[in-house]
Nanobody, 117 residues
Framework: QVQVVESGGGLVQPGGSLRLSCAASGGRFVYPTVGWYRQAPGKQRDLVARMTDSGNPSYYADSVKGRFTVSRDNAENMWYLQMNDLKPEDTAVYFC???WGNGPDYWGQGAQVTVSS
């Protein structure tokens, strides 16, 4: 049974840091491609960062380059989005998605990130 569960998020001041976690398991292959998305109120859901199934970061949105980093803990089947130097415009609900092979995307429940002083 596929499970994708997020944790982390919260309220942070501008310039602060947060780390989101995503536990993904149960897919057909060992590792999925994991994408991190965010959706601000009234806006579409946008891709922020992606890591391939081989563990390579393959995409960062221009708005987060140099500030956000994706990583993976192979032993724990955990993926992380480290967010540094956060800005108010980073405020959104963040989602992770996991895709094994050519299968569908499985989504986490979302985590609210609020950047405010």
């Amino acid at each position: 049974q596929v499970q994708v569960v997020e944790s982390g998020g919260g309220l942070v001041q501008p310039g602060g840091s947060l780390r989101l976690s995503c536990a993904a398991s149960g897919g057909r292959f060992v590792y999925p491609t994991v994408g991190w998305y965010r959706q601000a109120p009234g806006k579409q859901r946008d891709l922020v960062a992606r890591m391939t199934d081989s563990g390579n970061p393959s995409y960062y949105a221009d708005s987060v380059k140099g500030r956000f980093t994706v990583s993976r803990d192979n032993a724990e089947n955990m993926w992380y989005l480290q967010m540094n130097d956060l800005k108010p415009e980073d405020t959104a609900v963040y989602f992770c998605s996991a895709k094994w092979g050519n299968g569908p995307d499985y989504w986490g429940q979302g985590a609210q990130v609020t950047v405010s002083s």
